[in-house]
């Protein structure tokens, strides 16, 4: 592996640490792999979804990079309905948290 990879792994451990320390995540063990993670989003990083659709729109408005990246189909959907694009999003988050939950604990 490059060196930067190195970096690269360190930097995503770090911030997934601190998205779990300050609970916007939970760190659970991956029930297919016990030496794995899986980190799902809390009540409090699900509430937090508004913020994050905010800031994408924002991004694809004013920065051609991020313009780029957005794929088209949720690019309509933030412009038509954002409310219902984030009542969405946090169902789907529910959905697979609790999906998630059920095959861990069985």
């Known amino acids: 592996p490059k060196p930067d990879c190195f970096a690269k792994h360190y930097i995503l451990a770090d911030r997934l640490k601190q998205l779990v320390d300050n609970g916007f995540v939970e760190k659970l063990p991956d029930y297919q792999d016990k030496k794995k993670y899986v980190y799902l989003l809390t009540d409090k990083g699900e509430a ?21 990246v957005i794929p088209p189909n949720m690019s309509v959907r ?9 009542d969405d999003t946090r169902r789907s988050v529910r959905q697979q948290r609790e999906a998630y939950r059920k095959q861990l604990a069985s």
């Open 78 to 86: 933030l412009e038509i309905d954002i409310q219902s694009f984030i």
């Open 48 to 68: 937090f979804i508004p913020v994050l659709v905010e800031l994408i729109r924002w991004g694809a408005q004013f920065d051609p990079q991020t313009r780029k």
